[in-house]
């Protein structure tokens, strides 16, 4: 799925939720973490917080959403590093306590608001099922074919 700039679309930032690029370290971390929870990974280890912090300072960009009034960490998502005008929108994962409110859009609009204003002019996504693609196109991005993924079982 791709998204051009000027066919994104705007979605509502769900109640009580903010929106905010991690600089700190605590905000990098979180960041790291909810998106390992949100998949089902194991706690992430000071490499994988690092891969995140250098990624970001080559160009790459993360937003972390967070309770407005706790500053729990709910949902993220970032986009590689730009080149070529192109970048991939990935990583976008949401808490279980936060899920069904919106979250997973909103970031994906505000990642692509991102990708947009540093100069990027194709962003890309590719959703892990149908449920992800609806999500994606609300914030704009449209089909440009299909993958099969085939995995075998170990023998």
């Known amino acids: 799925m791709v998204c051009n700039p000027g066919t994104e ?6 109640e009580n939720i ?8 605590s905000e990098i971390r979180d960041t790291v973490t909810v998106q390992h929870e949100a998949y089902g990974a194991f706690p992430p280890s000071f490499e994988d917080v690092e891969r995140l912090r250098e990624s970001m300072a080559m160009g790459g960009i993360a937003v972390l959403a967070r309770d407005a009034t706790t ?5 993220a998502g970032q986009l590689t590093v730009p080149g070529e005008m ?3 929108i ?11 409110r919106g979250i997973a859009g909103a970031l994906t609009a505000r990642l ?8 990027v ?9 149908d449920e992800e ?6 914030a704009g991005f449209v089909p440009v074919g299909e993958i099969l993924h085939i995995s075998r079982s170990p023998v």
């Open 121 to 129: 002019s194709v962003a890309f996504i590719t959703p892990g099922h």
């Open 90 to 100: 990935a990583g976008i994962g949401v808490r279980a306590p936060f899920r069904r």
């Open 112 to 119: 692509l608001q991102e990708a947009f204003a540093a100069g």
């Open 9 to 14: 679309k705007a979605l509502p930032l769900p």
């Open 133 to 138: 693609a609806r999500i994606y196109s609300r």
């Open 71 to 75: 500053g729990e960490p709910a949902g």
């Open 86 to 88: 192109t970048t991939e």
């Open 18 to 25: 903010e929106l905010v690029v991690p600089t700190s370290d």
